[in-house]
């Protein structure tokens, strides 16, 4: 009998090799798209901080305007279009990139002149703060990429004064 050479690997041992990659990229893939998801909230997140943040310090340089006083008691909204006239860079929605920010960011002043912050803020397909958020609720766990609650603006909104 004559003794075959073998070189190379056999079908069994090639379909046996598929098949642990296929079980790999199955568990792989999911777990990769979910850390992207959770970067991309993380990103919305920040920013939306951001946005509140620069709110806060034109708020406590009473930046504001006429119709937002500091220190007096009410409710008082800036948009996100005033609110960005207050950032270096205008930030675009990693969920969308391509849909316009819109929202506001809701000053409370208390009747003894603390301020409290929170946003409302949603790209246009809706991807970002699940509602309006209060500052410390401003987390990755708060965001969506799609069907967000709405928030509604009240009526003392807040102009930039032109000078900030």
Do not use: R, W
């Not at 006083?69 to 990693?94: C, H, I, M, Q, R």
């Not at 991807?127 to 410390?136: M, P």
């Amino acid at each position: 009998m004559k003794k075959l050479d073998k070189k190379g690997f056999t079908l069994v041992e090639l379909l046996a090799v598929v098949v642990i990659l296929g079980i790999l990229m199955l568990v792989a893939i999911p777990a990769i798209q979910k850390t992207i998801q959770n970067s991309k909230k993380g990103t919305f997140a920040n920013s939306t901080k951001e946005v509140v943040n620069a709110v806060k310090d034109a708020y406590a340089a009473d930046e504001l305007g006429t119709n937002c006083p500091n220190g007096v008691s009410g409710d008082y909204y800036v948009s996100y279009d005033e609110a960005k006239k207050l950032l270096e860079t205008e930030f675009k929605s990693p969920f969308h990139p391509n849909q316009a920010i819109s929202g506001y960011v809701h000053i409370h002043v208390s009747t003894k002149g603390k301020a409290t912050y929170s946003a409302y803020i949603v790209d246009g397909a809706k991807g970002g703060t699940n509602g309006e958020l209060e500052f410390s609720d401003i987390k990755i766990a708060n965001m969506v990429d799609k069907s967000a609650k709405g928030g509604s603006i009240g009526s003392n909104v807040c102009k930039i004064d032109s000078g900030a």
